[in-house]
């Protein structure tokens, strides 16, 4: 195991963004306590409305859940500062927790060049095995998140196939996005084969899945069923928020991350409400919306902005944080 640099640590000569106060981090808490409690989230599955309800939250025939500030505080009190990312070699294992940095790659291509003959293409299972060793080679990148997607199989089950490619191509501990309650079941029962059992998988995890709230303020039924599956597996769960400023949130840098706050909180509380002490990475690849084209704006200079701010929110909770770059 290893650990990773520190990033912004106290000395002299040393480098720090504080994008907020202390006091201005606390202002961002209590409006987001507000939020929850108020204006509430909406939770589309029924056993996730019965967890936040059994938990003392108002949960409405609609599915909107308002919860208290307690639960919340609670739920951030019980999840872990330290998480270890296991890799299917133990070189590649890494320590996730306040001031360490690490870098994966981005993700979630659909397109890509062709080597071969130079054209623009969908990307194939071949493609993700293909990346998948090359980012199992760079010793500059801690973890893989899926590099792209299989557009040559059957789409349902997209995942799944992703997993087998990382999964046999990659010995780093791998985040994967598996879209549905059902098959992060399956691909916590493929790892689970690789490691000799779900006892061993619970020992040393190397995989970590990923989960995207709606904005604004939305715990979709796949959201709810990823996080509760991966509490129950003792796996972590990266739960990121993907809030656009000026669309799906207000334009404001703080006005969005109390949106932003919201969604990942929520989903980290439905987490410890399931199992106490569930691994959580409060995520983040929040951005501003590029006006012109109704699109995010990823590697703008508000992107970087939010997700500075969203490493201040993270260490302010003494959670392990994950955010886009540039």
Not at 69 to 96: F, N, Q
Not at 102 to 120: C, K, P, S
Not at 195 to 215: H, M, W
Request: with cysteine; hydrophobic share 40%.
């Amino acid at each position: 195991m290893r650990r990773n640099a520190q990033a912004g640590h106290r000395k002299s000569g040393g480098l720090r963004l504080e994008v907020f106060t202390p006091d201005e981090l606390l202002d961002i808490h209590t409006a987001t306590l507000d939020v929850l409690e108020r204006t509430g989230v909406w939770v589309e599955d029924e056993e996730a409305q019965e967890l936040f309800a059994g938990a003392g939250a108002r949960v409405e025939p609609n599915g909107i859940t308002k919860i208290p500030a307690h639960i919340i505080e609670d739920a951030i009190r019980s999840a872990p500062s330290r998480i270890v990312c296991y890799g299917r070699d133990p070189k590649h294992d890494i320590v996730l927790e306040d001031g360490r940095v690490g870098f994966t790659n981005f993700g979630e291509a659909v397109e890509i060049i062709d080597v071969h003959t130079g054209e623009l293409r969908e990307t194939m299972k071949q493609d993700v095995a293909e990346c998948s060793r090359v980012i199992d080679a760079l010793p500059e990148i801690d973890v893989i998140e899926r590099p792209l997607g299989a557009h040559d199989v059957v789409q349902e089950v997209q995942p799944l196939h992703n997993a087998e490619a990382i999964f046999t191509n990659c010995s780093k501990h791998a985040f994967i996005g598996p879209m549905s309650g059902y098959l992060a079941e399956r691909m916590r029962d493929m790892a689970a084969v690789l490691v000799g059992g779900v006892d061993k998988l619970r020992e040393r995890p190397f995989l970590s899945f990923v989960t995207c709230p709606v904005s604004p303020l939305k715990l979709i039924r796949d959201v709810c069923e990823i996080v509760m599956t991966g509490a129950r597996s003792g796996l972590p769960v990266n739960i990121l928020s993907m809030a656009m400023a000026g669309g799906s949130s207000p334009v404001s840098l703080a006005g969005t991350l109390v949106t932003h706050n919201a969604e990942v909180l929520a989903g980290l509380t439905l987490a410890q409400l399931t199992q106490k002490g569930a691994p959580v990475v409060y995520g983040s690849s929040t951005t501003a919306m590029d006006l012109r084209f109704a699109s995010a704006s990823v590697g703008s200079p508000e992107c970087a902005l939010i997700n500075a701010g969203v490493a201040c929110l993270a260490r302010y909770y003494l959670l392990p944080s994950w955010v886009a770059g540039q």
